[in-house]
């Protein structure tokens, strides 16, 4: 079975059953041959063509271009199935199971070192940049579709595609376009610039505009739009090669990227073999200059690439408008059914002024996707507010918080209709607890509940695993709470729990903010120590009745006074217990 999935601005899904035809090639002298077959099946058969090409294949269409000598065991250098028809498929359910996290393969040398290598050659003016890669393995449980649906629903990329093919299935979410052949127009939209994400809302469109501006990531970017921009016009009609677009900056589930688009009018002599001859691989996963980028690539990778860094794309019949579109498989796991494990890629760009940590980091960030996902299990955002005889309480700052929560993380956010539902609260007697719910197609839903009792003095305990201050289901409120819940069952002798991060400093409790009495004054950690923004804790730092102070965890026991404080309940007394 073979689906392709769009879920970027236009939301799409095609499935492919029942091949009329299908090929491969086993070794790098039979690639040419079967792409030709390949392209053969869709302009003179009429059918749709789904391609998978492994970066190994390169050396076919240049033999100076340096590979490993053959892709990972299970992976063909080409393979193709093509189809009479393809049908509308059905949405991506929400995945039973996902990914276990990516462990790094052992190498024979770090990361870091690799990046060092590969700044030497760029010192001694052998290239100019170099995109090298890592290998991450992990394990699953589930079926290999529900794999790909958790890594489609991460990404939330255009080029979504899920391959049987034979021993190994390919699971792909890239968002980065190889080539799209509409006409006689191809156009390319390499990604190079790469920032994390940020869990907060203000750090993150700040890190988006850092990366919007940096120097060293347009310039980059720039050597790889000049390096396609020369592919294209190895074939393009003279004069035709433009660049509409450049540093285009493009939000991601774990990072930012700047992309840019090339076009090129194609004479009509141009192939499908022309093509792959002039841009395979893209220069975006290899470097510049293109030969001598691959050379390094080749010293400074142990692993083949396989699938990872090739290309993935379907062939139309000559009745479409688009004749091709091809991917570049990045984000991307290979699965082998047998074992239930999947193997995975991250790299990134290296230039002189390239920090080897920094790099380090961009590629644990980019293997993030894999475990990172707001839409994996249906997940929503959700706002607590309080209800009583003046009505639902600080709509609008519940309302900042959503809105800003739903930008993070891409979802439609309809503030007025926030607005709307809850004015149409009436106000209560008796307090009440108003939900309302976020779901991930924008839909906004209202409860209204009773306040349940709860003790005037909170007994706390302090929790003995670590919740990193920088994830972001814990700096959104979300209905993903499920580190809230096992950090209660670990204390089921308290009325809750202190949340400490990986320095030692207490964050926030499973539902409140937590302050105090230090000196005569009261503090709560800072945001930066991780944890919810709470509009209580917002307004009491607003009104100067909190200052921010980091605290470690264990040092709470020490403090004069301790409190919890949230807007359904406001601020409340608490003990710590052993």
Not at 42 to 69: C, L, S
Not at 78 to 98: I, N, T
Not at 128 to 148: A, E, H, K
Not at 307 to 312: F, K, P, S
């Amino acid at each position: 079975m073979i689906r392709l999935d769009d879920l970027s601005t236009e939301p799409g899904a095609w499935q492919f059953d029942d091949p009329v035809a299908t090929g491969r090639a086993d070794t790098v002298d039979r690639v040419r041959a079967v792409l030709a077959a390949a392209d053969e099946r869709a302009r003179r058969h009429d059918e749709w063509v789904v391609v998978v090409m492994a970066y190994e294949a390169a050396p076919a269409f240049d033999p100076a271009m340096r590979t490993a000598p053959a892709p990972p065991d299970g992976i063909p250098y080409v393979w193709w199935e093509s189809f009479a028809e393809r049908r509308a498929a059905e949405p991506l359910s929400a995945a039973d199971a996902r990914p276990g996290p990516p462990e790094r393969r052992p190498s024979r040398w770090p990361y870091t070192d690799a990046v060092e290598f590969v700044r030497s050659h760029i010192e001694v003016g052998d290239v100019y940049q170099v995109n090298i890669t890592d290998r991450f393995d992990g394990g699953y449980v589930g079926s290999p579709l529900d794999v790909y649906q958790a890594l489609v629903a991460a990404q939330s990329g255009a080029f979504g595609a899920y391959v049987e093919m034979g021993d190994r299935i390919v699971a792909s979410a890239s968002p980065e376009l190889f080539f799209r052949w509409d006409g006689d127009v191809v156009t390319c939209r390499p990604m190079k610039g790469t920032a994390a994400r940020r869990p907060r809302p203000d750090d993150d469109r700040a890190a988006a505009e850092v990366l919007r501006a940096s120097a060293k990531e347009q310039a980059e970017n720039v050597m790889i739009v000049d390096l396609l921009r020369n592919d294209l016009g190895r074939l393009a009609t003279v004069g035709s090669v433009a660049v509409p677009s450049l540093f285009d900056i493009e939000r991601y589930e774990t990072v930012w990227q700047m992309t840019s688009t090339i076009t090129a009018e194609m004479p009509d002599y141009v192939g499908l073999l022309d093509v792959f001859e002039a841009l395979f691989p893209c220069g975006s996963v290899t470097g510049a200059p293109k030969i001598s980028a691959m050379q390094t690539i080749r010293e400074a990778e142990l692993d083949p690439r396989g699938v990872y860094c090739g290309a993935i794309g379907v062939l139309a019949p000559p009745s479409e408008p688009t004749r091709a579109v091809f991917s570049v498989p990045i984000r991307t796991a290979v699965i082998d059914p047998s074992n239930r494990t999947y193997e995975y890629g991250a790299g990134g760009g290296i230039t002189w002024s390239s920090d080897p940590a920094a790099e380090d980091r961009e590629v644990e960030a980019k293997a993030r996707v894999l475990t990172t996902s707001l839409r994996r299990d249906g997940t929503s955002l959700f706002e607590t507010l309080r209800n009583d005889r003046h009505g639902v309480q600080h709509v609008a700052l519940h309302a900042d918080r959503m809105a800003a929560s739903a930008d993070w993380f891409g979802l439609p956010f309809d503030r007025a209709l926030f607005g709307r539902r809850l004015a149409a609260v009436p106000p209560a007697p008796q307090v009440e607890r108003v939900r309302v719910t976020l779901h991930p197609d924008g839909e906004l839903a209202v409860e209204v509940l009773p306040l349940d009792d709860a003790p005037d003095v909170v007994r706390l305990a302090i929790d003995t695993e670590v919740t990193r201050s920088d994830d972001p289901f814990c700096c959104h409120k979300t209905t993903m709470r499920d580190h809230y819940d096992a950090a209660r069952s670990r204390r089921p002798d308290a009325d809750d729990v202190v949340l400490v991060n990986q320095h030692g400093n207490a964050i926030e409790t499973t539902i409140a903010n937590v302050a105090y009495l230090i000196d005569d004054r009261w503090w709560c950690p800072p945001l930066d120590d991780g944890g919810l923004a709470g509009v209580a804790r917002h307004l009491a730092v607003e009104s100067g009745r909190l200052a921010e102070r980091s605290i470690a965890a264990a040092d709470l026991v020490e403090c004069a006074e301790v409190a919890v404080l949230n807007d359904l309940r406001g601020w409340r007394r608490a003990t710590i217990v052993d």
